[in-house]
């Protein structure tokens, strides 16, 4: 569907909201919590979300759709294997999401849904789902480098309705048939956008951040294959993680988990968790071997996945350049340095 760019008025946003909260079970969107952090949370009832806001949440919203313990079917009977699925039919709109995170939906798209298999709760959740992104207008945090990822500040596709911010409201964008029946629902409150506000724009996207060139990603996947990073990094890594985990709880695009039954005595359920590469167990075999038994292989495994599988299995990194696990990080990890220190060394 080509994309259509409107005018939303500051005045009438509040006006969309409490129209988009009549025709949803959940609305999901920022607001300040635990020492002004922004998080998202569902606000249909108490009005709480944040309309505009600066920076970008602390965990993004991939949490509401792998959820980190999440029941997938009821066990009636272990011993007749009596099964009955656990189904999530809620209506979510998912508003106020930053273009990082709205290319992260893109990605868990290709792993979950469009892949090998397809993930029937992961599908439910996507398919009775609205997102509506909002673009930034500065960079959220100064290790932040999705510019360079081609991950902001605008979103390119993965949304239904994306508000960029410009004097006097937003430019609003349609893409996709959910956006555009919200749009034609609410037609009142939208109205053509005029050339002022595409200059606007394009002033935004030109001062949003330093001159630097894109990362060429397929450079750093091709160095990371041929197994020519140098020893001495992986090394250097693996000295400063602690394995405290923030770095795959945080990032919006990590899809790995386990699974496990919780019985008493016949009946229980089977649910899946939320698991990570930087676990020494998580690629421990039945018999009690592993193939990674290194330390700095585990979080080694992180890097791989980002930079260099996930690109061979669909063309672009999996790191969409937030900087989350760089905040988090207490050892200074930074996958921007590993990028750098590759593409200068390679």
């Not at 959940?26 to 806001?53: C, M, S």
């Amino acid at each position: 569907m080509a994309k259509q760019r409107l005018f939303l008025a500051k005045k009438n946003l509040q006006e969309l909201v409490r129209g988009l909260k009549i025709s949803c079970d959940e609305f999901i969107a920022p607001r300040r919590e635990h020492l002004a952090d922004v998080i998202f949370t569902d606000a249909k009832q108490d009005n709480g979300e944040l309309l505009d806001y600066e920076g970008n949440s602390i965990v993004s919203p991939r949490s509401f759709l792998l959820p980190h313990t999440e029941p997938l079917f009821e066990i009636k009977s272990a011993k007749n294997c009596a099964l009955k699925p656990i189904e999530d039919k809620k209506r979510r709109i998912f508003y106020g999401v930053r273009p990082c995170d709205i290319k992260a939906l893109v990605l868990m798209k290709e792993f979950f849904i469009k892949g090998d298999f397809t993930d029937i709760p992961y599908k439910q959740k996507i398919d009775n789902s609205i997102f509506i992104s909002l673009a930034c207008g500065k960079r959220c945090m100064e290790r932040a480098f999705c510019h360079l990822m081609g991950a902001g500040p605008i979103a390119k596709e993965g949304f239904d309705l994306q508000l960029i911010p410009v004097s006097g409201g937003y430019a609003a964008e349609v893409g996709s048939k959910k956006g555009s029946e919200i749009v034609k629902k609410h037609k009142k409150l939208f109205s053509k956008a005029a050339a002022q506000v595409e200059l606007e724009i394009k002033t935004m996207l030109k001062h949003f951040a330093e001159k630097v060139r894109k990362i060429d990603f397929k450079k750093v996947a091709k160095i990371m294959k041929a197994d020519k990073v140098a020893p001495e990094v992986w090394d250097d890594i693996g000295l400063r993680c602690v394995v405290c985990s923030g770095c795959i709880t945080l990032c919006p695009t990590c899809s790995c988990f386990s699974v496990a039954d919780r019985l008493d005595g016949d009946r229980g359920v089977r649910f899946r968790y939320c698991d990570g590469c930087p676990y020494a167990g998580f690629t421990r075999m039945a018999g009690g071997s592993t193939p990674f038994p290194l330390h700095k292989d585990h979080i080694r495994r992180f890097f791989e996945h980002k930079l260099n599988i996930d690109v061979e299995r669909y063309g672009t990194p999996s790191c969409v350049g937030c900087g989350r696990c760089i905040q988090t990080c207490p050892g200074n990890i930074s996958i921007k340095k590993f990028i750098d220190t590759v593409i200068s060394e390679g």
